[in-house]
T-cell receptor
């Protein structure tokens, strides 16, 4: 099983550029999440979704957007990239709130 | 508000020694608790979880954790450290608050295993 697949693994953006981080899962999980991880800061929730067509903001949503048109896919859009968005981004999914998350391998983004 | 505190951002143990990673949480409702492990340049992997029932929870790779409500703790232990245990460990707490599932992660503890 592939689990949660994130692409790309690495990306360098210039300030003001935009990009989409892709996330897909093949476990038929309803819940999906986007986190960013900064050194010494743990993980911060950007957006989450409880099913296709339903998304909501997490702790740090500014500068990002998401969509969830299918159960499998949960892309994260960065508009007008800023240096503060330099981070490692993780997508995760879970079948319910009782279960732990399955994480992707991450996307390391640098904004210069 | 809920929070998670991991005591010690770095912990060093000798190979074969006891591993103890500390996690304390604050929550006004019964929590679900999780431990994750992250190896370099990888995503987080679930080690174990507590939802309800038995307070001593066993996970993968020989790790276990005990939920102590009176101490609001969920410390992670392993009797004998192995070199392959060197990684970063994250405690997380999840509560159901009016239908919104909020998860808070600790800031992580890096475990070094000394040969």
């Amino acid at each position: 099983n592939a689990g949660v697949t994130q692409t790309p693994k690495f990306r360098i953006l210039k300030i003001g550029q935009s990009m989409t981080l892709q996330c897909t899962q093949d476990m038929n999980h309803n819940y999906m999440y986007w986190y960013r991880q900064d050194p010494g800061m743990g993980l911060k929730l950007i957006y989450y979704s409880v099913g296709a067509g339903i998304t909501d903001k997490g702790e740090v949503p500014n500068g990002y957007n998401v969509s969830r048109s299918t159960t499998e896919d949960f892309p994260l859009r960065l508009e007008l990239a800023a240096p503060s968005q330099t981070s490692v981004y993780f997508c995760a999914s879970s079948p319910s709130y009782r279960e732990g998350y399955t994480f992707g391998s991450g996307t390391r983004l640098t904004v210069v | 508000a809920q929070s998670v505190t991991q005591l010690g951002s770095h912990v060093s143990v000798s190979e074969g020694a006891l591993v103890l990673l500390r996690c304390n949480y604050s929550s006004s409702v019964p929590p679900y608790l999780f431990w994750y492990v992250q190896y370099p340049n990888q995503g987080l992997q679930l080690l174990l979880k507590y939802t309800t029932g038995a307070t001593l929870v066993k996970g993968i790779n020989g790790f276990e954790a005990e939920f102590k409500k009176s101490e609001t703790s969920f410390h992670l232990t392993k009797p004998s450290a192995h070199m392959s245990d060197a990684a970063e460990y994250f405690c997380a707490v999840r509560i159901n608050s009016g239908g919104y599932q909020k998860v808070t992660f600790g800031t992580g503890t890096k475990l070094q295993v000394i040969p």
